[in-house]
């Protein structure tokens, strides 16, 4: 098995990631896929976005089968902060790189919420992901609606805590930073189209100034649906799918838009 787009490179102008979460069994996670691959193959193959899809970590090498050749990649819903031992149940970042993936999803508010993952495992875990050449999709978002700069700051303020221990200018490292207001994670509706804008803009600013010399993408996750990457693109640079491209249909519609938009 072969990943591609290790860290470093320069990261494809969009990104569009599917994370299943555990909504799917091993073959439900099958169906999609193949559904998926049938997506992409019909709207032919686009070098302007990396579609990647987020199995549990039993399905992983299955999906990275199933999608050989098509220019889909495949990341890991989470990854060790330990790189070997005795850590029962872990996953370290040299397995997940081995089994095929090329991301790794870090720092969502329910792994941080449930798990208790403060921001030194979260450093952990980033450093544990680029030192095996993933790429990693750190996840960021206030807790609550408030105001859109307020809400920047916040996402600001926890890149600070992330990457400052392990980053400096000089670095030229790929990361995908995935803003998903918690508030709207499992809503029925996302985050105002202003609020994604300006907090988007807020962090990639911050990020420019910061390391110039890194690849860095700025997504935006939660309640994410057909229509919404058309409104925010040109400040957005993707979307973090969850529960509404778990319909391979949905998907199919989101995917066209964004290589169109």
Request: with cysteine; aromatic share 8%.
């Amino acid at each position: 098995m072969s990943a591609q787009e290790p860290s470093g490179v320069t990261l494809p102008k969009r990104f569009l990631g599917v994370s299943l979460k555990m909504y799917f069994d091993h073959s439900e996670t099958i169906m999609w896929t193949k559904d998926v691959v049938a997506a992409k193959i019909e709207l032919e193959p686009s070098d302007l976005v990396s579609v990647v899809l987020f199995p549990s970590f039993p399905s992983i090498p299955a999906t990275v089968e199933l999608v050989g050749g098509t220019g889909i990649l495949v990341g890991a819903q989470n990854i060790s902060q330990f790189d070997q031992g005795p850590f029962t149940g872990e996953v370290c970042g040299r397995t997940i790189r081995q089994t095929g993936c090329a991301y790794v999803e870090i720092g969502h508010s329910e792994r941080r919420m449930l798990f208790g993952e403060d921001d030194r495992v979260i450093q952990q875990k980033l450093s544990q992901a680029l030192s095996n050449e993933l790429i990693p999709v750190l996840c960021i978002g206030e807790p609550q609606l408030d105001d859109a700069a307020e809400g920047g700051e916040y996402c600001i303020n926890q890149l600070r805590a992330a990457l400052n221990p392990i980053l400096d200018q000089s670095s030229d490292v790929s990361i995908v930073i995935a803003y998903e207001p918690v508030y709207s994670i499992g809503a029925d509706e996302p985050a105002s189209d202003y609020h994604i804008r300006t907090v988007c803009g807020m962090v990639k600013r911050f990020l420019a100034a910061s390391w110039p010399k890194a690849s860095m993408r700025v997504v935006y996750g939660g309640s994410a649906g057909p229509g919404l990457f058309t409104r925010i693109a040109g400040i957005a640079d993707g979307l973090f799918l969850g529960r509404y491209a778990h319909d391979s249909l949905a998907f199919s519609e989101i995917l066209s838009e964004a290589m169109t938009v």
